[in-house]
T-cell receptor, first 114, second 112 residues
Framework: SAVISQKPSRDICQRGTSLTIQCQVDSQVTMMFWYRQQPGQSLTLIATANQGSEATYESGFVIDKFPISRPNLTFSTLTVSNMSPEDSSIYLC???????????FGPGTRLTVT | GQQLNQSPQSMFIQEGEDVSMNCTSSSIFNTWLWYKQEPGEGPVLLIALYKAGELTSNGRLTAQFGITRKDSFLNISASIPSDVGIYFCAGQLTSGTYKYIFGTGTRLKVLA
């Protein structure tokens, strides 16, 4: 499976600011996704990052709050905008593998908003 | 968002015991994935299931795709302390979308 890295691994931010999270894959992948995992909770899909076009957002998530870029087949960013304490979560990127039905996750970015 | 019901929510077991957990839904799924997440890390894919009734093993882990396509099961045999973690199931509702709904998780603690 692909090796996935995320930056930063963790951050503490003040409310009202924005943070951009990077996801880098060591090989070209077709599908990339961004998930949120709130403290002690399961994973919720935020959006599908589409290469060269606007991301596809899930219900409850909007582009103004979570703008996503995917300039090529190995890289994507997720920005958490105008943060509030409720945005404190782990943000994870995932990619499809050789068998497209399988998904592999990065190590996550642990965000705390104060 | 939508979630799958996973049970048990948590369990303490003795080292060497077998563990069973399941994931159920009222919806039909095309693919099931099982993950393990340890503290401070992202989920790691353990097993993928693609058709109803399929039984797949990965070492001491065995998972099954329920014949109704609404559930899946994971068994861990002869548990060891490093099995500690949170186990998530994930179901793909619609083939080709590659979008998954995740279960609520089973937190496993192994007593040596």
């Amino acid at each position: 499976s692909a090796v996935i890295s995320q930056k930063p691994s963790r951050d503490i931010c003040q409310r009202g600011t924005s943070l951009t999270i990077q996801c880098q894959v060591d090989s070209q992948v077709t599908m990339m996704f961004w998930y949120r995992q709130q403290p002690g909770q399961s994973l919720t899909l935020i959006a599908t990052a589409n290469q060269g076009s606007e991301a596809t957002y899930e219900s409850g998530f909007v582009i103004d709050k979570f703008p996503i870029s995917r300039p090529n087949l190995t890289f994507s960013t997720l920005t958490v905008s105008n943060m509030s304490p409720e945005d404190s979560s782990i943000y994870l990127c995932s990619v499809t593998g050789e068998y497209w039905a399988e998904q592999y996750f990065g190590p996550g970015t642990r965000l705390t908003v104060t | 968002g939508q979630q799958l019901n996973q049970s048990p929510q948590s369990m303490f077991i003795q080292e060497g015991e077998d563990v069973s957990m399941n994931c159920t839904s009222s919806s039909i799924f095309n693919t099931w994935l099982w993950y393990k997440q340890e503290p401070g890390e992202g989920p790691v894919l353990l097993i993928a299931l693609y058709k109803a009734g399929e039984l797949t093993s990965n070492g001491r882990l065995t998972a099954q795709f329920g014949i109704t396509r609404k559930d899946s099961f994971l068994n861990i045999s002869a548990s060891i302390p490093s099995d500690v973690g949170i186990y998530f199931c994930a179901g793909q509702l619609t083939s080709g979308t590659y979008k998954y709904i995740f279960g609520t998780g089973t937190r496993l603690k192994v007593l040596a």
